[in-house]
């Protein structure tokens, strides 16, 4: 295994571009490092020292740092609180001071704490491709394969929103994350993936799997269920 | 190797090791024996807490090359100098440090919490606790343990109440006063096997079978015993020709010697296929990659319906033998075996069974005339439940080392049944027991899955035909798949009433699924007849049990056994007779449920394996534990939500176990007077992080009067100790205290006699008295302990004060209980919540009563896990696609209930030792009962499978 430690956001990509077979980004490492993750029989291109790590108000937007902690976005003030709610479907304090919201997203799992809460948001994503700095919405981004960097996640700084977790236990996989924020919907289904749009209808739109977290027809229903219920 | 500089607990230090090598693994060969893994890297038990840079993180997610320069704090910064800070004190005296295989993570944690906030609010801890996975005492007390840990900071002294105690007129019985080995294991001492293995111990791997079922039609395990650092492969072709079976238990055991070392036939996904000696694992796994295996897949079974089907494939096919009470047809019967490779079935006497109908053992029976009770009744009930496939998921793995040693096979053990162990290697390798020493170590969870010898047996043999040191432990994978489970089983429940409440007939059909091996496959399916039926007043009852061979991971001794299941079906059962009948649920319980003196006619044909004994009711707190429950929970009241889409319902069970196989275990024990009047006490019983040798302490400071201080337990070494059964159905109090207090009784004797020779008194004016010497109430004179055996052995002394204990009962000291939930039910959402829970039992005289409280905690948290969360799910191939902790389920904190309290009833048992009675294994049997009536109180639906989840409440409201 061998380890590169970019100086920059852009040599990192051209590091990811030049291994892309071979070489994962190292993050947080609650993924990649753990049992059977990403990581394992790869290169790392750790990417701790690119900086990265705020949540800082920018006029009117929220940005938050791809490398900042689930436990940042969780105890930071700034951040709206059905976002930090969102941080905390992490249960696990050891996992959260490690988890980083860059991986998170950059994983696209289908069962992310924040895939749905941020592309309800309209969360926009700034990253780094081996051509410079692009700018890309994040349901965008979570339904490409897009190989980019994220390096920020910008929100408007007063949305408001809701969002609602259904899973065996709290540690585990979330078989159903619903988010609202607006007139966006969103829904992360455990083995069907990522859905968004401006109507409660969204979950028509996905192919349901019996899995771990449960039969077809049980995510089905939670899916069409979660946006009647009372808040 | 490169060197990385970082701060360890202040110091600095360079660790040497390959960048990419993760932190936990350096830092415990470091020495920091504290951080331990009990997850592979999993990220989720958190044994391998450490802080980092002043965040609590999981060691295992960090690769070495990230700490450089940063600052590490592990448990062992905890102590100052030997002594306990006041977190790790406070844990002790809580009663929550039990198995502890994580307990320093926890102090750590909650060190680091109180550091943050120093006076945390619940929702503080729970957030710190999110991190850790703890199985055996709960969550409960570690509140407790924060407030007293406060309390000791802020006043020098723990001011709240730990525990009631029990016995006013005994000086340390009944009594919150810690546990005996608490401080070693809080503070990460190197206590359990792990902790024994030298540098230079070679490593066993197990190839594994991917199939379900299949014969090994050849195996060629050539090129890998070329390799360097190869000292052997063991298979089928070169292993001992020893039929066994791996259940500990008592000898002839009712269990089939259903398999070898190695097999020719595999029977489940899992199921061993070669074991390779290797230097370092690098080299068994590029042996195992070496090694070609040819299978002849066959077909599988995997539930009880599949397997008593006609024609099913069979999973055991070979001739059968019996070492006792053969049948007359047996030739006749083995006409019939299949292919060679199929192996022999033994039976060490009949069992009832028929394996060429995967049959693997079966009993029933029954008291009174059902036909007529069912006649009578003005209402019958008749449904199934089903229970699913639980792993124990012990903090610490199943784990072993082995050496040689002066031509003997020493045996550094995680066990709960060290005799057995002993017993099974000595047959496996074909050596007499007076070559084998087993050392149990510190047993960092067991629950059940230690009682059998699942992978001593094939270590031991290992080290024996190898003379290396050996060293073996199971992935956590390999716990899921490779180990043993709770049975799933399918139990039919008949019940019929009259409509006054009295039942007049149940009738129990149980099928159980004991996987490809028959590991207790009778006395575990028997425990759900014969610890739920004798709870029933009632004339006509029977049962009609079965257990079937599968091709499923393997099934064996949980905590409860069979109980657990049995109680959920018949308990179930009775709420929805009295439902059905229209009455209400607790007067249909106090109608028909036992009282002391009843004669439980039952028990007859309720053995294990052999005629069980008749016996009345003894000493029981049932009708406390309901009624002082009913009053907790405000039986009868309807709680009603503010949001209509949640609603609330209340249940409870009643439960029971046993103290013990009466007629069937044995317990001895050794005590001594040491040559300055301390008392060690050499213990058969196995603890297994229950409090056990605490116990035994216990026993020993009240009848002799000495401090605990002056007072050493060594137990479960089979060189040191004397004979005991183990620590298995509910038995360490009661055998092995028992066992203890004979021993020391008769040590005392031995000191009084001792003591009026040398005094030149009558032994009858003697007696003993604190802080441990012997005075003469008639004149007033007295004898130190010291003075008295330095005496007995300078040299014209009688020599060393020792005495021998050894306890053997027909009597059976049954514990009794009630345990009630409240939940909350969303009709919409399915979503289930344990709002209330509260388990009130009878432990008789609960000699460690805080100890006595987190076990009831830990047992009944592991019970909801069963109830709603657990469950192992295997594909249409029989692999288990959830074997890990994260996919698999088990409950953390947040799964606790918010409101839960353990309640000890208090009665004195005239069998117990000092009136003590069973803890822990009861305390499983009570929740999946008790939740699913309340269910069916929220909501009007009963559900009758486990995981009793969100997605079942779902389909049996229509809504899915």
Not at chain 2, 544 to 562: C, H, I, R, S
Request: aromatic share 8%.
């Amino acid at each position: 295994m061998n380890i590169y430690h970019p100086q920059t956001p852009l040599e990192a990509v051209k590091l990811r571009k030049e291994n892309a077979e071979t070489a994962v980004y190292l993050a947080g490492g609650t993924d990649d490092l753990r049992l059977g993750g990403a990581a394992e029989g790869k290169d790392l291109i750790d990417i701790n020292a690119l900086g990265m790590d705020k949540i800082e108000i920018c006029g009117d937007k929220l940005c938050i740092g791809a490398r900042c902690t689930l436990q940042d976005l969780a105890e930071c003030d700034l951040v709206p609180d059905f976002i930090r709610e969102a941080a905390y479907f992490c249960s696990s304090l050891a996992r959260r001071n490690a988890a980083t919201v860059g991986g998170n997203l950059g994983l696209r799992r289908d069962d992310s704490y924040l895939a749905a809460v941020l592309t309800a948001s309209e969360a926009v994503l700034d990253s780094m491709t081996p051509h410079g700095e692009k700018e890309k919405k994040i349901g965008e981004y979570l339904q490409s394969s897009c190989k980019a960097l994220i390096m920020n996640i910008k929100i408007d700084k007063d949305r408001t929103g809701w969002v609602k977790r259904f899973g065996n236990t709290a540690a585990s996989h979330a078989a159903v994350i619903a988010a609202q924020s607006g007139d966006v919907y969103a829904l992360s289904v455990h083995g069907s993936g990522l859905v968004y749009g401006h109507s409660p209808e969204i979950a028509g739109s996905l192919t349901y799997v019996d899995d771990i977290t449960g039969g077809a027809a049980y995510k089905k229903y939670l899916a069409e269920t979660a946006f009647t219920l009372r808040r | 190797m490169e060197q990385w500089k970082c701060k360890i607990n202040g110091e600095t230090v360079f660790l040497t090791s390959k960048a990419t090598d993760r932190l936990r693994d350096v830092l415990y060969r470091t020495g920091y024996r504290s951080v331990r893994d009990s997850d592979d890297a999993e990220g989720f038990a958190g044994s391998d807490t450490i802080i980092f840079n002043g965040k609590l993180r999981y060691s295992n997610l960090i690769l070495l090359y990230q700490a450089e320069n940063a600052e590490i704090r592990t448990a062992e910064s905890l102590l100052h100098g030997r002594e306990l800070n006041n977190v790790q004190k406070a844990m002790v005296a809580a009663g929550i440090v039990q198995s502890a295989y994580n307990a320093p993570a926890a102090a750590l944690i909650l060190t680091w919490l109180l550091e943050q906030h120093p006076n945390p609010t619940k929702e503080q801890i729970k957030d710190a606790l999110s991190s850790i996975f703890i199985r055996d005492a709960g969550y409960e007390h570690y509140y407790l343990a924060v407030k007293l840990a406060c309390e000791l900071r802020d006043t020098g002294a723990f001011q709240s109440e730990i525990a009631p105690s029990f016995r006013p007129h005994l000086d340390i019985i009944g009594k919150p006063v810690g546990k005996i080995d608490g401080a070693a294991l809080v503070s990460g001492e190197p206590v359990f096997v792990e902790d024994k293995v030298p540098e230079n111990a070679w490593v066993l791997h197990v190839i594994r079978s991917p199939f379900a079922s299949a014969y090994i039609k050849s195996i060629d395990t050539s090129e890998a015993e070329k390799l360097d650092g190869v000292a052997a492969v063991i298979t089928a072709a070169n292993c001992p020709d020893v039929y066994y079976m791996q259940a500990g238990q008592g000898n002839p055991e009712p269990s089939p010697h259903d398999r070898r070392l190695f097999n020719w036939k595999v029977r489940h996904v899992g199921d061993r296929v070669a074991g390779i000696v290797a230097r370092t694992p690098e080299i068994a796994f590029k042996a195992a990659s070496l090694i070609h295996v040819e299978y002849e897949p066959t077909d599988a079974v995997y539930t009880v319906e599949e397997a008593m089907a006609e024609g099913a494939p069979l999973v055991h096919n070979g001739p059968v033998r019996y070492n006792a009470g053969a049948p007359a047809d047996l030739d006749e019967y083995n006409k019939k075996a299949g292919d060679p490779r199929e192996g022999d079935v033994i039976y060490q006497f009949p069992l009832h069974a028929d394996i060429r109908k995967n049959i693997a053992a079966s009993n029933k029976g029954h008291i009174g005339d059902l036909e007529k009770g069912f006649a009578e009744a003005d209402a019958i009930v008749d449904h199934t439940y089903q229970t699913s496939q639980i792993q124990h998921t012990p903090l610490e793995p199943h784990v072993c080392y082995a050496h040689v040693e002066n031509g003997r096979l020493v045996i550094n053990a995680s066990t709960q049944v060290p005799y057995h162990v002993r017993r099974i290697v000595s047959w496996v390798c074909g050596i007499p027991e007076n070559k084998i020493h087993i050392i149990k170590e510190r047993v960092g969870g067991g629950y059940g899955s230690k009682q059998d010898i699942l992978v001593e047996d094939l270590t031991g043999y290992a080290a024996w035909i190898t003379g290396k040191p050996v060293y073996y432990r199971n992935t956590r994978e390999e716990e899921f798949i490779a180990n043993s489970t709770r049975h799933p089983m399918r139990a039919r429940v008949k019940m019929g009433g009259k409509k006054d409440g009295t039942i007049t007939a149940i009738f129990m059909e149980v099928c159980a699924n004991t996987g490809p091996y028959g590991n207790h496959c009778l006395t575990v399916p028997m425990n759900s007849c014969s610890k739920t039926l004798p709870l029933f007043k009632v004339d006509n009852m029977g049962y009609d049990l079965k257990v079937f061979y599968t091709n499923t991971p393997p099934a064996g001794a949980y905590q409860g056994y069979g109980t657990p299941k049995g109680t959920y079906g018949i308990m179930m059962a009775m709420a929805e007779l009295a439902d059905k009948l229209g009455i209400d649920y607790k007067d249909m319980v106090m109608k028909n449920r036992v009282e002391e003196g009843y004669m439980l006619e039952i028990l007859k044909g309720l053995g294990e394996g052999r005629e069980g004994n008749v016996v009345p009711v003894g000493s029981c707190g049932l009708d406390e534990a309901i009624e002082k429950g009913c009053e907790m929970i405000n039986w009868g009241h309807k709680e009603e939500s503010d949001d209509p889409d949640w609603k609330i319902g209340k249940g409870f069970a009643m439960i029971m176990q046993g103290s013990g196989l009466p007629g069937l275990d044995h317990a001895e024990a050794i005590a001594k007077l040491e040559t300055d009047g301390t008392v060690i006490l050499n213990s058969g019983g196995a603890d297994l992080g229950t409090g056990l040798d605490t116990i035994s302490a216990k026993i020993v400071c009240e009848q002799l009067k000495v401090p605990m201080e002056r007072v050493t337990v060594v137990s479960g070494d089979t060189d040191s100790c004397v004979f005991d059964t183990g620590a298995y159905a509910s038995s360490g109090t009661f055998f092995s205290g028992n066992a203890s207090l004979v021993a020391v009784k008769k040590l005392k004797e031995k000191i009084l006699a001792e003591a009026a020779l040398q005094m030149g008194e009558e032994a009858a004016d003697l007696d003993v008295r604190a802080p441990g010497e012997v005075y003469s109430k008639k004149t007033g004179k007295s004898l130190t302990y010291g003075e008295l055996s330095h005496t007995a052995i300078s040299g014209t002394g009688r020599g060393q004060v020792v005495a021998h204990g050894s306890f053997v009962t027909a009597a059976s000291s049954v514990p009794y209980g009630a345990h009630f939930a409240q939940v909350a039910v969303n009709v919409k959402t399915g979503e289930i919540k344990v709002q209330k829970f509260y388990a009130l039992q009878d432990a008789g005289t609960p000699i460690n009563p805080e100890i006595a409280l987190c076990q009831m905690y830990g047992a009944v948290m592991k019970s909801i896990g069963h109830s709603l969360y657990e469950n192992m799910i295997l594909d249409k191939d029989g692999r288990c696609v959830n074997a890990n902790l994260l996919d698999y389920g088990v409950p953390m904190i947040t799964e606790a209930p918010e409101d839960f309290k353990s309640v000890l009833i208090d009665v004195d048992d005239k069998d117990g030792p000092y009136g003590a009675k069973s803890i822990s294994e009861i305390a499983c049997n009570g929740a999946a009962p008790a939740i699913g009536i309340a269910i069916h109180d929220a909501c009007g639906v009963w559900l009758r499978s486990w995981p009793m989840n969100s997605e079942k409440l779902l389909k049996a409201l229509g809504k899915i």
